[in-house]
């Protein structure tokens, strides 16, 4: 089946520093991908989404691209701030099955200042 | 406006108990959908609804589990001879008809002693 498989945290670094988080995903079919976001005391929220090969999704400075020949979207952010400590989680939905979305593990990130 | 909310926040439970959790979707969302987080994993997909129907199912573990949503907006989630294996954190999410942005709600946590 689809599943989604996501960098181990926790994820620990300086404010202004850079960020990535890999997520690579297995599926059959061409699922959409997305990065929610889970501030602490927070519930998750959707942060970005792209629904076909190449798309680039932005928001709040973070950028995933979807790479289908390395079934990959890694979240990248260039200078991340200390409000940007949260969980992240990749996760996909395969169009064939409409609402059952798949989520990784969830990637803890610590900015420090 | 009001987002999703879920109760009871916390849930405590013996084994072998019948126990009801409650989602209350964002208004005119008629998608909804029901995830269980287990410490240190992603939400894992149980049941989605379209309006009053239950779309898919698939994620439902046993028959103890079940869900409904009689009316189009309040879900309840129900599990009847709960087992420790059940403590987890049950999270509600819902959507506009066709939309990937799922908002969740902050999760019922259930423990089974």
């Known amino acids: 089946g689809d599943s989604v498989t996501q960098m181990e945290g926790p994820v620990t670094l300086s404010e202004e520093a850079f960020l990535t988080i890999n997520c690579t995903y297995t599926?059959?079919?061409?699922?959409?991908l997305f990065w929610y976001v889970q501030y602490p005391g927070e519930g998750l929220q959707l942060l970005l989404k792209?629904?076909?090969?190449?798309d680039k999704g932005s928001n709040k400075g973070f950028e995933a691209t979807y790479r289908k020949e390395t079934t990959s979207f890694h979240l990248e952010k260039g200078s991340v701030q200390v409000s940007d400590s949260a969980v992240y989680f990749c996760?996909?939905?395969?169009?064939?099955?409409?609402?059952?979305?798949?989520f990784g593990a969830g990637t803890q990130v610590v900015v420090t200042p | 406006g009001a987002g999703v909310s879920q109760t009871p926040s916390n849930k405590v439970t013996e084994k072998g108990k019948y126990v009801e959790l409650r989602c209350d979707p964002i208004?005119?969302?008629?998608?909804l959908y029901w995830y269980r987080q287990s410490l240190g994993q992603g939400p894992e997909f149980l049941i989605y609804?379209?309006?009053?129907?239950?779309?898919?199912d698939s994620g439902l573990p046993n028959d103890r589990f079940f869900a409904v949503r009689p009316e189009g907006s309040v879900s309840t989630l129900k599990i009847q001879r709960t087992e420790r294996g059940d403590s987890a954190v049950y999270l509600c999410?819902?959507?506009?008809?066709?939309?990937?942005?799922?908002?969740f709600g902050p999760g019922t946590r259930l423990t089974v002693t």
């Open positions: 999410a819902s959507s506009l008809e066709g939309s990937y942005e799922q908002y």
């Open positions: 609804f379209q309006g009053t129907g239950a779309a898919d």
């Open positions: 792209a629904t076909k090969a190449d």
């Open positions: 208004s005119g969302h008629t998608a």
């Open positions: 996760a996909l939905s395969d169009p064939r099955a409409w609402g059952k979305f798949q």
């Open positions: 599926a059959t079919g061409y699922p959409s």
